[in-house]
């Protein structure tokens, strides 16, 4: 299908389509506008993102709907207030010809009274995240009873989200001869069997290509100490001087620290994760957008579906849990015809998932060397430089000048530039004066002690427990799957076992509650082993049992210092974010 025309879209919505200058569909788009229009089957869609699936789902189904009538006709759920809002803006503009047709979104974090107020102007079409929705229901505030079509956009990050009970609770509320349409990147146990309940024999749809962008996307990887993160991190962000980012971790409590840490030394940067208020979001998003932030620091939930289009990198700070995952984050950047990189730090014990994913993302990942302070130095000046040479002169400055000269008589040219050069970058050189080649570092003191947090937990041999029986429980657990464990001791009646410390505060609260066998599991830090490694010697935890009233206060990202990013990430050279031109 190479035209909207071909697809039989009504011609107010072709009129909408070629103002925003969408000239022809995308594979989804091709598969599923034709589908929709045509049958009335259930329709299940693989697609990832990127690949153009809110017109493919809301382009029919604009087109199937009756703007007389006075009933919701149809509803879209979709994982986050950020997604929600971004279909409602697209929807907008998709009935901009159609005036009687009205959308609107619906989602937690604003006054639901106002919400309520807007549902009385009788709109056509509901975006709404599950949570709202449900609750609207339950207010009898929102009926969809009449309800044609019912779309679940990001179907299997819903159910990641935990969104699975107001799922089940708003398919009920629905209409048995609607028809659902479902869009996924994946199919976990739990969505199939909500299209088996739900669905009525579906058809089955797959976007052709993978992501519209992969093709302009180069993968590389970096490996270093988990300790010297951070600092690679750094040396990514400076080596790339007009960076505009998102850096992925697995938790929120990652995604807060990196972000705290960058913008502690200056950069651009800021987080996006679950904790933070509606309003700090929207605060974050939109500086992103007008690309005041540089990095955003971000789990995958929380940017998942976001729509910025000219990504210069994704950073993988920590691989996701699922290969998934990363075909998701990478297709973040790369697109509208631009290149992108995807980055990823790992640790040695990451190297086997990379050849894992080349497998799944069938390409190639390249091993990328850590820039040295030295490499980054001569970027960042190169780059200044340039933005030096490159600057207009104003002629205000005439008048100035022969006192200017005055004062700088005495310098010869070579001076000159050696002072320019000086105050504008001894910062930087300062910084990587000394600076380790994180390639080649020793690692002989890297031994454990230090390095590794332990934990003691009350079961142990006598209940069946091994050290495969730990690294199970660890893996059962979301948070801490694929976690590095460093030694295991399993005595009769408890065992300790070890986790690099930089993940020391996520072990407790993800095993709040958790149970080997039938047994509650209770577990506290416990003191280093004593380096003589005499088994006999066992240490008793630490004091600091852990509370069940939520150990975990400082994670709240409510005590936020706004106003702290640095300015200047739009290229101009404040001196005070750092940036430099050159790709990586
Ligand atoms: P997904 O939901 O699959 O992640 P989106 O629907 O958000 O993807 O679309 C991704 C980007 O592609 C958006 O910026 C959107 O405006 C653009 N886009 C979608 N369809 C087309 C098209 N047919 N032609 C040009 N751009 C498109
Ligand atoms: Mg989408």
């Known amino acids: 299908m190479q035209t909207f025309v071909e697809t039989g879209l009504k011609p107010e919505i072709l009129q909408a389509l070629e103002s ?33 699936k809110t017109a493919a789902f809301s382009l029919p189904l604009i087109h199937g709907i009756d703007e007389k009538s006075d009933d919701i006709n149809a509803i879209i759920l979709c994982p986050t207030r950020e997604l ?56 009898k505030r929102l009926q969809l009873g009449n309800i044609n079509y019912l779309v679940l956009d990001e179907a299997d990050e819903m159910l990641t989200m935990g969104f699975k009970d107001e799922l089940d609770q708003i398919l009920s509320a629905c209409p048995s001869e609607r028809q659902t349409l479902c869009f996924s990147a994946t199919m976990p146990r739990e969505l199939l069997r909500i299209a088996n309940e739900y669905m009525d024999s579906p058809d089955e749809i797959t976007a052709g290509q993978r992501n519209v962008s992969a093709e302009n996307v180069k ?60 309003a700090q979001r929207d605060y974050v998003m939109n500086k992103f957008r007008k690309k005041q932030i540089q990095i955003l620091v971000a789990t995958d939930v929380a940017a998942r579906g976001i729509d910025v289009n000219d990504l210069t990198h994704v950073i993988n700070y920590e691989l996701p849990d699922q290969l998934e995952a990363y075909i998701h984050r990478s297709g973040r950047t790369g697109r509208a015809g631009k290149e992108g990189m995807a980055v990823s730090l790992i640790t040695r014990r ?32 190169f780059s200044m430089v340039d933005k030096f040479v490159a600057t207009d002169v104003n002629d205000d400055i005439n008048e100035y000048l022969p006192m200017i000269e005055e004062k700088m008589e005495a310098l010869s040219k070579e001076e000159l530039i050696k002072k320019f050069v000086s105050s504008e970058f001894n910062r930087f050189l300062s910084y990587y004066k000394n600076s380790q080649d994180l390639n080649t ?9 230090g390095k590794y947090s332990r934990f003691h937990i009350n079961v142990g041999k006598k209940q069946g427990l091994d050290p495969k029986g730990i690294i199970g429980i660890l893996n059962d657990t979301r948070n801490l799957r694929n976690i590095e464990v460093g030694q295991i001791d399993i005595m009769n009646n408890f065992s300790f076992f070890e986790v690099p410390n930089d993940r020391e505060q996520d072990v407790i609260p993800a095993l709040d509650g958790a149970r080997y066998k039938s047994q509650q599991i209770e577990i506290e830090l416990a003191k280093p082993k004593p380096s003589s ?32 990013f640095s300015k200047g990430a739009s290229g101009k050279s404040s001196g005070k974010s750092r940036s430099s031109r050159f790709s990586y």
């Open 441 to 449: 570092k020793d690692r002989s003191k890297k031994t454990r002690g």
């Open 20 to 52: 925003i200058g969408f000239e022809k569909p995308t594979p989804i788009q091709a598969k599923a506008i034709p589908h929709l229009i045509n049958s009335d089957k259930d329709l299940l869609a693989y697609a990832q993102t990127g690949t153009g």
């Open 533 to 564: 490694s005499s088994s006999s010697n066992y240490d008793r935890p630490r004091k600091a049992r852990f509370n069940k009233s939520k150990s975990g206060g400082g994670s709240g990202g409510s005590s936020r210092g706004r106003g702290r």
């Open 219 to 278: 993968h590389v990887y970096l490996v270093a100490d988990r300790s010297d993160k951070y600092e690679v991190l750094k040396r990514v962000a400076d080596i790339n001087p007009n960076i505009y980012a998102i850096v992925f971790c697995r938790t929120r409590m990652g995604t807060k620290e990196v972000a705290d840490r960058l913008m502690a030394d200056k950069y651009a940067a800021d987080a996006l994760h679950g904790d933070l208020s509606q």
């Open 84 to 139: 929600c809002l971004q279909i409602e803006r697209d929807i907008q503009t998709f009935i901009k010809y159609i005036p009687a047709l009205k959308a609107m979104a619906v989602y937690g974090g604003e006054s639901i009274d106002r919400q309520i107020k807007g549902l009385r102007s009788k709109p056509n079409i509901i975006v709404g995240t599950p949570g709202r929705v449900c609750d609207l229901i339950r207010r």
């Open 350 to 381: 990451d190297l086997s998932r990379i050849s894992q994913l080349e497998r799944k993302i069938g390409k190639k990942i390249s091993k990328k060397k850590i820039p040295t302070g030295q490499e980054i130095c001569q970027r960042q000046l």
